[in-house]
């Protein structure tokens, strides 16, 4: 018996049944005790795996990001529940326990886009400062050091260049669940577009993030679809990523995001420039040229649109698609322009700091006009922000703050490029390309919507800059190691 008391996994067992009759007594419920049994296991293994297997708790916290609904917590704050609760409790373990963790951080803070990140923390937090809600900007400033300090950092710590991939897989596998779930509530709705705004939820706010989300994705679970061999991925392995691909692309097109659809054109039309190796300069140029062009003959433009009348919400899919261009009557477009022009007008009233992060919806209201108004705008503050990760900037953080978010815009592009036009190894290659081209879909999305500060979208943001700077670090060791 004593030989017995000795074994640590006889003792562990006789400790669990112990503790699993004590709750029976309490609860003298047997499905309660089951639920409270089960939670207090998936607790104690989350708690193990974060100090002895953290890169099996991240890839869980992914894979756990898109089926995440938001909860009310104390304050009447909310939390994305359970992904932003794991990464509230992988933080402090990191920062006192990780040296590993500080080691890569330190390095990171060498390349000149964490600089960028950072000196966009140093100006949202001043403007927060002098900002018309300092609580409520704070808390911005917060949850994006939050992001940075975790998405951005781990995935240049935990992963090898032979797994950088395993991160865009799994959060792909974590939206099985709400694919299934919208999609039977298509067919709950007999796949009327009417409903489609709010089909989605409650793990995505709306079908615009729903279909950001994916849109992000795609190009990446394209690649490893029609490079399967450059993976060297298994028999059933290609069959299981075909699935999925086919399963998220059929999610974008059922969620009929206009713009998510347009990031992905955009997206296309960007990989063509970069299969013809054209330089990074004179994409640069070609997009300068093209918004003088647009401004130029904006007038002449704008009367060749006008005409159009179709609109979003009619029921008709095509003329859901074909109402990206109606000016004049679709109340979507229009409600987006009139948070635009409040958002320009919010700016020339405070130009150089801004209102503070996440005060747009706090102050536009008092910038709205009767003749810029529609049926769905809104008084309270409570539909949305600026619909524009830019203009959000500007109103936001003024002009610095705006300056800073394009520099990072260009800079993740040029580093991408870099890497792309340079990497000999072809599976690294690919791998940055897809999260390359998931950057553009982000970039453009941006002009219409703003996620930034989501999680489901932070997270493949974040990432993505993260992996993109970890291959331009190592690129030239890389490089050597290929070509010895």
């Not at 890839?59 to 609904?69: D, H, K, N, Q």
């Not at 028999?235 to 990523?241: F, I, K, N």
């Not at 140029?285 to 009348?309: A, T």
Request: hydrophobic fraction near 50%.
């Amino acid at each position: 018996m004593l030989r017995l008391l000795k074994n640590r996994d006889v003792l562990i067992f006789i400790l669990a049944i112990f503790i699993a009759a004590c709750i029976g007594w309490y609860t003298k419920e047997v499905e309660k005790s089951f639920v409270i049994i089960i939670s207090l296991c998936g607790g104690v293994l989350i708690i193990l795996s974060l100090f002895f297997n953290l890169k099996g708790y991240y890839l869980f916290l992914i894979a756990a990001i898109p089926i995440s609904i938001n909860t009310g917590i104390v304050g009447g704050a909310q939390l994305n529940f359970p992904s932003e609760g794991l990464l509230l409790m992988i933080l402090p373990v990191l920062f006192v326990f990780n040296q590993d963790y500080r080691t890569t951080a330190l390095r990171l803070v060498k390349h000149p886009l964490t600089i960028l990140l950072i000196i966009d923390l140093i100006v949202q937090f001043f403007t927060s400062i002098t900002g018309t809600h300092i609580d409520v900007s704070l808390k911005r400033v917060l949850i994006r050091f939050v992001f940075i300090a975790s998405f951005y950092v781990i995935t240049s710590q935990l992963f090898n260049k032979r797994e950088l991939i395993k991160p865009w897989v799994l959060y792909s596998v974590g939206l099985l669940p709400v694919i299934y779930f919208t999609f039977r509530n298509h067919i709950h709705h007999s796949f009327n577009p009417r409903v489609v705004f709010s089909i989605c939820q409650p793990y995505f706010n709306d079908h615009t993030i729903y279909g950001a989300c994916l849109a992000f994705i795609i190009p990446i679970l394209i690649i490893l679809v029609v490079k399967n061999k450059v993976f060297k991925f298994s028999y059933w392995s290609r069959w299981a990523l075909f699935i999925l691909a086919f399963l998220v692309i059929i999610s974008e097109i059922l969620a009929l995001s206009r713009a998510a659809i347009l990031s992905l054109i955009v997206a296309y039309l960007f990989s063509v420039l970069l299969r013809y190796k054209v330089a990074f300069k004179s994409i640069l140029i070609g997009l300068g040229l093209s918004l003088v062009v647009v401004f130029s003959l904006w007038n002449s433009i704008y009367d060749s649109i006008k005409q159009n009348e179709a609109v979003s919400n009619d029921g008709e899919i095509v003329n859901h698609f074909s109402s990206v261009t109606n000016l004049k009557s679709d109340a979507s477009n229009l409600e987006r322009i009139n948070r635009w022009i409040c958002a320009v007008r919010m700016f020339e009233e405070r130009p150089l700091l801004g209102y503070g992060p996440g005060t747009y919806q706090f102050e536009y209201n008092q910038f709205q006009t009767l003749s810029n108004k529609t049926y769905i705008s809104t008084n309270m503050g409570d539909r949305g922000n600026a619909h524009s990760e830019y203009l959000t900037y500007l109103s936001e953080t003024g002009i610095i703050g705006i300056i800073i978010f394009i520099l990072t815009v260009f800079s993740s592009i040029y580093y991408g490029m870099q890497n792309h036009y340079r990497l000999i190894d072809p599976v690294l290659r690919q791998v940055n390309l897809g999260i390359l081209l998931g950057l553009i879909t982000f970039y453009f999305h941006g002009v219409f919507n703003s996620f930034i500060d989501q999680s489901k979208m932070a997270f493949l943001y974040f990432s993505a800059l993260g992996t993109i700077v970890w291959i331009n670090q190592n690129l030239p060791s890389l490089i050597k190691e290929k070509s010895e």
